[in-house]
């Protein structure tokens, strides 16, 4: 990785700029932080009284000796830098602000191949339909938020089709539901929602519509509260991009 920097630099001197060498190791795909950068060259620079360049011959040892390639596509750090670089190269008080933690180093073409097991946040977007694999990936489907056996669901939205969606999630048919929409042909819903005897219809009031797209989802301890911006419909679901 280092080396591959140091590629068509090298000055006559054998030595390369401080200045630049911190932008290389920061290139977008070596992905160092800058606190990982600072300590590789507080490193390197160990024992050296000039400060403002770097001994190349010395960084390329140091890339051989501390850094191997994965299968998988990783670039990784065999060992960490020595407590006494990491010192030297954390900002002082006066610069006022905290180093970033360290990171994992990896090249970004292997980033894809990252475990899903890892990823646990609470924005996720909808999964499309006909997409590549790679473009769902910690993309989130309706099937995942009525997954499980729960015994209670609340579900608000502003447009429904009551049959797809029961299609697809089957246990709604099977639970009390509480439905709140906000849908304008109220004879098309009521008679749509009569084929389902679990479900109590909260019609809308008068003025005023219901927008708000919302699933809780109980289950015997717990409960799962989902909030998206997708209608209860299949074109919005398997063909938009939606967030959840």
């Known amino acids: ?24 190791l920061l290139d977008e795909r070596l992905l160092f932080s800058e ?15 000039d400060k403002s360049s770097i ?29 006494r670089a990491k010192t030297a190269a954390a900002p002082s008080d006066t610069e006022g602000q905290a180093a970033k933690p360290e990171h ?7 980033v894809e191949e990252a475990d899903d097991a890892a990823v646990d946040v609470l924005f996720r977007l909808t999964s499309l339909k006909d997409a590549p694999e790679r473009h769902n990936r910690y993309a989130i489907g309706l099937q995942e938020l009525f997954e499980g056996e729960f015994t209670q669901c609340l579900l608000t939205n502003y447009m429904y089709d009551l049959p797809w969606l029961f299609a697809s999630c089957p246990r709604l048919q099977d639970v009390p539901v509480v439905l709140v929409h906000g849908e304008r042909d109220r004879h098309a819903m009521t008679q749509e929602w009569k084929g389902y005897g679990n479900v109590m219809p909260v019609a809308p009031y ?34 938009k991009t939606q967030g959840v």
């Open 1 to 24: 990785m280092v080396r591959a920097v140091l590629d068509g630099h090298d000055e006559d001197s054998g030595r390369v700029s401080v200045k630049y060498m911190k932008r290389a």
């Open 35 to 49: 606190t990982e950068a600072a300590a590789v060259i507080a490193f390197v620079q160990e024992k050296e009284d």
């Open 55 to 83: 001994d190349a011959e010395r960084l390329v040892l140091y890339s051989d000796r501390h850094e191997h390639t994965r299968e998988d596509g990783f670039v990784v750090m065999a060992d960490r830098p020595t407590k």
């Open 104 to 110: 994992l180093q990896v090249c970004s073409d292997a």
């Open 206 to 239: 008068l003025y005023g519509n219901r927008h708000t797209k919302m699933a809780v989802v109980l289950y015997p301890t717990k409960a799962r509260v989902a909030i998206f911006t997708t209608n209860f419909t299949a074109i919005d679901w398997y063909n």
